[in-house]
């Protein structure tokens, strides 16, 4: 049997044509997904910043959103612990502390169970704690009185994250 050279063309040409497609169809999901959402662009650009979410279903894209819940709430519990460590004025020791306590658990017990939660399929339990991680955010917010807030930016980023998540969870 006699190949030409159009035979391999064809195959890779074809296999071009399937990886577009294949990419066009993981950005359309995001985007769809992440329409669905209460924060559009902080949804899209986690989503994008991951590699797993161009082969991920819904439920995967929300298992790496709960990721990212996670490892910023861990963050945000570092920097609380670093800032303890600097001893900080008095009116920022007792909020500092309180803030602590509530992520402690959030980062140690409830987001891990909630991701195992999620991965599986039990995904009103995994809604609730990943819901509780934005109210503990919320709640440390509130702790501080006064213009000094070091905190502004993390709990909002933990809090939105978590309800990009919660939304996403919804619609699997």
């Known amino acids: 049997m006699k190949y030409s050279i ?7 040409v074809h296999l071009a044509f399937l990886i577009v497609q294949t990419q066009s169809q993981s950005t359309d999901l995001l985007s769809k997904t992440c329409k ?19 082969n991920s279903d819904i439920a995967g894209l929300a298992h790496i959103m709960a990721d990212l819940v996670l490892s910023n709430a861990t ?11 600097q001893s900080p004025e008095p009116d920022l020791q007792k909020p500092l502390a309180n803030c602590a306590e509530l ?19 039990h995904y009103g339990f995994a809604n609730y704690g990943i ?8 709640a440390c917010e509130k702790g501080f009185s006064g213009s000094t807030k070091p905190l502004t930016d993390r709990n909002t980023l933990v809090s939105c994250l978590s309800e990009v998540t919660v939304a996403i969870i919804n619609l699997v």
Not at 36 to 54: A, E, H, I, M, W
Not at 103 to 121: E, H, M, R
């Open 6 to 12: 159009q035979t391999p063309l064809l195959v890779l």
């Open 36 to 54: 669905k959402t209460p924060y559009y662009d902080l949804c899209l650009s986690s989503l994008q910043s991951s590699p797993q979410s161009s």
């Open 75 to 85: 963050d945000t519990l570092d920097y609380i612990h670093s800032l303890l460590k």
């Open 103 to 121: 992520y402690i658990p959030v980062v140690k017990y409830t987001l891990p169970q909630s991701i195992d939660a999620l991965s599986n399929g």
């Open 131 to 138: 819901s509780d991680a934005a109210k503990e955010a919320q």
